[in-house]
């Protein structure tokens, strides 16, 4: 079964909105990440917030992790139509080896 | 510098069919992953190795194979292909275990 879910599974905003999108967790973690999918390629990594962190930026991303709720959320700033893509997250537990991942939210910026 | 490298990048099988992905990475990375990626379901971990020589299996390993003599490369077999197998495939490697991925670009293989 997957750790993580994302929330919304799909969503829709227009150019210069922010973009929030969600993912909780079942079981304790080492740490959360966020890729991103563009259609028909490889996902690519966008920021890493460890169990010790609360809150990380990253240009026009900022990641927030809450471990007493077992989830995360990722918002995107200013968004543009190049930010249209699936974003997942992926949680590391603590004595794995493996990131397991989220089914995604399809993100779509309409100019 | 070429990072993850899927070949092939398409294939069509007929069920009964054997093929093997092959995944290569040129960042001296030890851990090595196999995911496949199905609509609506993200990505699910096949097999992974710790290191050359070493593998393991993932969430759903059944009628996948997986070797890794060489640490650069991770092969991917499906010795008797099902249509429940036509999927998305994705390799990933890293250097730290737990850390960021870095993916290829992706096999899409269907299975008639």
């Known amino acids: 079964s997957q750790q993580g879910e994302e929330d919304p599974q799909a969503l829709s905003i227009q150019e210069g909105e922010n973009a929030t999108m969600n993912c909780s967790y079942k079981?304790?973690?080492?740490?959360l990440q966020w890729y991103r999918q563009n259609s028909g390629r490889g996902l690519v990594h966008l920021i890493l917030?460890?169990?010790?962190?609360r809150e990380k930026h990253s240009g026009r991303l900022r990641v927030t992790l809450d471990t007493s709720k077992k989830s995360s959320s990722l918002l995107i700033t200013a968004s543009r139509a190049a930010d249209t893509a699936s974003y997942f997250c992926?949680?590391?537990?603590?004595?794995?080896?493996?990131?397991?991942f989220g089914s995604g939210t399809q993100l779509t910026v309409l100019p | 510098n070429a990072g993850v490298t899927q070949t092939p990048k398409f294939r069509v099988l007929k069920t009964g069919q054997s093929m093997t992905l092959l995944c290569a990475q040129d960042m001296n990375h030890e851990y090595m992953y196999w995911y496949r990626q199905d609509p609506g379901m993200g990505l699910r971990l096949i097999h992974y190795?710790?290191?050359?020589?070493?593998?393991a299996k993932g969430e759903v390993p059944d009628g996948y194979n997986v070797s890794r003599l060489k640490k650069q490369n991770f092969l991917l077999g499906l010795e008797s292909a099902a249509p429940s197998q036509t999927s998305v495939y994705f390799c990933?490697?890293?250097?730290?275990?737990?850390?960021?991925?870095?993916f290829g670009e992706g096999s899409r293989l269907t299975v008639l």
């Open positions: 992926a949680t590391a537990p603590g004595s794995a080896r493996q990131l397991t």
């Open positions: 079981t304790s973690i080492n740490n």
């Open positions: 917030i460890r169990s010790n962190e």
């Open positions: 990933a490697s890293t250097g730290n275990s737990a850390g960021e991925l870095f």
């Open positions: 190795s710790v290191g050359e020589g070493t593998t």
